[in-house]
């Protein structure tokens, strides 16, 4: 059986420069799969809300084009595109009814009967109690879900959110998440969502596009994009990582042994994306929560073969479901570990001396060419 592809986005070349020479998207080609939840993340500014637009036609493209599914649709008005579109600010008509908002698509293509449609829609948004009240009656939330079920209800092939939750409190925000992904799946038409936040884009999507400076940083699954950053923009801007200036001493193996403050580091060499010749700089990564905290009295019993570090502690935010600790060691300022709180050391406190050691399978090498603070929140203040 063959791929359904009709509800394929296919960009090629797509790139969009302004009048007064702005380039917001550089050219770029980005397939999204028939039926794929897809995320554009990136800080704002990085060109992901006008990619979305130049797909729904709200925005012509300077270059390149726009196929939906085998049908080109770069010169297409907006009304024309099988797309429909839902935006932070819901747009609903406050003088209508739940029930009119959402069959006014129906009603406007001069369709007569649209009581079961509109009934099916709410009841998929799980809003069917709600069908005579205004918007203004609504919570956020709610009122979210009114704007989907309104663009669904005229089948479109792809549905673009733009920054959809933007406006909802965080723990309403998390519902919303699960609850988008649950229509999603249950409708299994192609969700293109345009957010800045990190955790929305991995809670949400198959596939996330991470996009700096108008161009796709890094395309994958979220857990491959954390598990596997290939720029130091993608490894900051998805959690925190810490990354550690070391020079490539020799290969052992599979691995790729590197000297840095004096000790010694192990990297798999397939999970380096930085050229690996003896001498050369490579950006060694780790997340904070695959490193185990010692106390230096202890260091005797950390097990052979680990990557390890010493270092002072140097501050200690207990965070309910972790510490979230910052040693000062010789290879990086401030390193930041994060323990599970389920036996709390009492003797790691600020001052304290500390090993750091970790496995080398969760170490990542990235180019030391590249800005060691791309994609921090201090650099992008």
């Known amino acids: 059986m063959t791929k359904d592809s009709s509800g394929d986005v296919r960009l090629t070349g797509i790139g969009k420069t302004y009048d007064n020479g702005f380039t917001a998207v550089q050219p770029m080609d980005l397939t999204v799969?028939?039926?794929?939840?897809?995320?554009?993340?990136?800080?704002?500014?990085?060109?992901?809300?006008?990619?979305?637009?130049?797909?729904?036609?709200?925005?012509?493209?300077?270059?390149?084009?726009?196929?939906?599914?085998?049908?080109?649709?770069?010169?297409?008005?907006?009304?024309?595109?099988?797309?429909?579109?839902?935006?932070?600010?819901y747009a609903l008509f406050p003088h209508l009814d739940i029930f009119e908002?959402?069959?006014?698509?129906?009603?406007?293509?001069?369709?007569?009967?649209?009581?079961?449609?509109?009934?099916?829609?709410?009841?998929?948004?799980?809003?069917?109690?709600?069908?005579?009240?205004?918007?203004?009656?609504?919570?956020?939330?709610?009122?979210?879900?009114?704007?989907?079920?309104?663009?669904?209800?005229?089948?479109?092939?792809?549905?673009?959110?733009?920054?959809?939750?933007?406006?909802?409190?965080?723990?309403?925000?998390?519902?919303?998440?699960?609850?988008?992904?649950?229509?999603?799946?249950?409708?299994?038409?192609?969700f293109v969502h345009v957010t800045h936040d990190q955790e929305e884009a991995m809670t949400m999507a198959d596939t996330v596009a991470v996009m700096n400076a108008g161009r796709v940083e890094q395309l994958g699954s979220p857990a491959d994009l954390y598990e596997n950053p290939n720029t130091t923009f993608v490894a900051n801007f998805l959690g925190t990582s810490n990354l550690i200036e070391a020079e490539v001493d020799s290969k052992s193996g599979d691995d790729i042994v590197l000297k840095a403050g004096g000790g010694k580091l192990v990297l798999p060499e397939a999970r380096c994306s930085a050229p690996t010749t003896t001498g050369g700089k490579v950006l060694v990564g780790v997340r904070p929560e695959k490193i185990s905290l010692t106390h230096a009295d202890d260091a005797g019993?950390?097990?052979?073969?680990?990557?390890?570090?010493?270092?002072?502690?140097?501050?200690?935010?207990?965070?309910?479901?972790?510490?979230?600790?910052?040693?000062?060691?010789?290879?990086?300022?401030?390193?930041?570990?994060?323990?599970?709180?389920?036996?709390?050391?009492?003797?790691?406190?600020?001052?304290?001396?500390?090993?750091?050691?970790?496995?080398?399978?969760?170490?990542?090498?990235l180019d030391a060419a590249q800005d060691i603070d791309a994609g921090t929140e201090e650099e992008a203040a």
Not at 320 to 339: K, L, M, N, R, W
């Open 33 to 89: 799969p028939q039926g794929s939840f897809f995320a554009l993340l990136g800080a704002s500014g990085c060109g992901k809300t006008t990619t979305l637009r130049m797909i729904a036609g709200l925005e012509e493209p300077t270059s390149g084009t726009v196929h939906l599914g085998d049908q080109d649709v770069t010169h297409l008005p907006p009304y024309k595109r099988p797309v429909n579109t839902v935006f932070q600010s």
């Open 101 to 190: 908002n959402v069959a006014f698509g129906l009603r406007r293509r001069g369709i007569k009967s649209v009581k079961k449609q509109v009934e099916d829609m709410l009841e998929l948004v799980q809003l069917g109690e709600q069908a005579r009240k205004k918007p203004h009656q609504l919570s956020g939330g709610q009122q979210q879900r009114v704007a989907v079920a309104r663009a669904l209800i005229n089948h479109p092939k792809v549905l673009l959110l733009d920054e959809p939750l933007g406006a909802l409190d965080l723990k309403l925000r998390r519902q919303m998440q699960l609850e988008l992904k649950r229509i999603q799946t249950e409708v299994g038409i192609t």
């Open 301 to 365: 019993s950390i097990p052979e073969g680990r990557n390890r570090i010493t270092g002072k502690v140097a501050d200690a935010s207990f965070i309910g479901v972790s510490t979230q600790y910052v040693i000062d060691s010789a290879v990086c300022p401030e390193f930041a570990v994060y323990v599970q709180n389920v036996e709390r050391d009492g003797r790691l406190v600020p001052g304290a001396d500390v090993v750091l050691h970790w496995s080398p399978a969760h170490t990542f090498g």
